[in-house]
Nanobody
Framework: QVQLVESGGGLVQPGGSLRLSCVAS????????MSWYRRAPGKQRELVAR????????NYADSVKGRFTISRDNDKNTVYLQMNSLKPEDTAVYYC?????????WGQGTQVTVSS
């Protein structure tokens, strides 16, 4: 059974940090490009960051460049999103996403709230 399980969300003050984790199971993690998306209240889902399957090339939304870092550990079947200097506009549900020629999978999401 394919699963993507996110964790690490929560409530943080502006300027704070959080680290999201997404543990994958049920498929060959190393064959998949991994991404983090988010959906803020009243807005469409948007791509936050992506990391490729092989050499780990990364790309980021302009709104998070320099503040967020995506990484992966293929031995642990896990992708991370380190979020620093958080802003209220980063408040959203964050989703893990896996994509390859063999299929695509979504996690259930984890809530991140940035508020004082």
């Amino acid at each position: 059974q394919v699963q993507l399980v996110e964790s690490g969300g929560g409530l943080v003050q502006p300027g704070g940090s959080l680290r999201l984790s997404c543990v994958a199971s049920g498929f060959l993690f190393s064959d998949f490009d991994m991404s983090w998306y988010r959906r803020a209240p009243g807005k469409q889902r948007e791509l936050v960051a992506r990391i490729t399957k092989n050499i780990g090339v990364t790309n980021y939304a302009d709104s998070v460049k320099g503040r967020f870092t995506i990484s992966r550990d293929n031995d642990k079947n896990t992708v991370y999103l380190q979020m620093n200097s958080l802003k209220p506009e980063d408040t959203a549900v964050y989703y893990c996403y896996a994509l390859s020629l063999y299929g695509e999978y979504w996690g259930q999401g984890t809530q991140v709230t940035v508020s004082s």
